[in-house]
């Protein structure tokens, strides 16, 4: 149940969740902010809420929502500082960071994973994951300088998918795609100028499949298209030049599921 009196923006308690805003306050304290009655909601099926911070409001409106949970009443102007959001919802939950290890994401040898390489831009991240959730991957895997998966808007981004799929956090690059051939996947990097077209992948696709998507300016650098196993290209007929990364990796993802599922191989490798 929530306390007698509302938290302030000056209260330790308060001042030290803010402190999750940012990538090195989340790093060190292990913990991360769910904002908003979705995200906190699927945290808390996840058993990752700590705490809940909300205004008197917030309490009425989602009393069903924080029934059980350790609830601090505060001010409004302390849920404006615990937000990231332009219109507060009023209810901010600190979270426990997920520890999910590589190896044992890859141990049950999954059909399909999402490797983004150096994916700076927090709202295509979450696309991803939100995308790697709906075509059945088994997870996602941010490698290299990476945006953080826990960043506020990765999270709002993801429509609470961050949740639903495992999400690894590598920064070697080159060992992710080790780990990723070990484990049985093949490594399919998309480029504009890609030795085969998706159109023609369908052969290829029904393999457990790895997809690596880049940032959306840059692209793949070539050595981590190098390293790839096939380089793949999404035939375009109209003017533009390019796809958004997260387009790309819509298109791509729906790809390897259709196939898989058609042949039977969707999920985890049979024994």
Partial sequence: ????????????????????????????????????????????????VIEVFATDAAVQRHAQ???????????????????????????????????NDIDAVLAD????????????????????????????????????????????KVLRSSAGSIFAVPVVVADDVEDVFARLHAAGLQVLATTLDGEMSLDDADPVLAAPTAWVFGPEAQGLSADVAAAADRRVTIPMTGGAESLNV??????????????????????????
């Fill in 246 to 271: 997260a387009a790309a990796a819509a298109i791509c993802l729906y790809q390897s599921a259709r196939v898989q599922r058609a042949d039977g191989s969707s999920g985890t490798m049979a024994e």
């Fill in 1 to 48: 149940m929530p306390q007698s009196e509302a938290l302030t923006e000056r209260s330790a308690r308060v001042a030290a969740a803010v402190k999750l805003q940012r990538h090195t306050g989340r790093r060190r304290a292990g913990r991360f902010l769910a904002e908003g009655p979705n995200l906190v909601e699927a945290a808390g099926r996840r058993g990752l």
């Fill in 65 to 99: 929502l924080l029934t059980g949970l350790t609830v601090h009443r505060v001010t409004e102007r302390a849920a404006k500082a615990l937000s990231e959001t332009v219109t507060p919802s009023g209810v901010v939950a600190v979270c426990t960071t997920p520890e």
């Fill in 109 to 152: 040898r999954p059909q399909l994973v999402v490797v983004a390489v150096e994916l700076s831009e927090p709202g295509n991240a979450g696309t991803l994951i939100r995308l790697a959730d709906a075509m059945g991957a088994a997870a996602v895997v941010f490698a290299g300088h990476s945006v953080d998966p826990y960043n506020g």
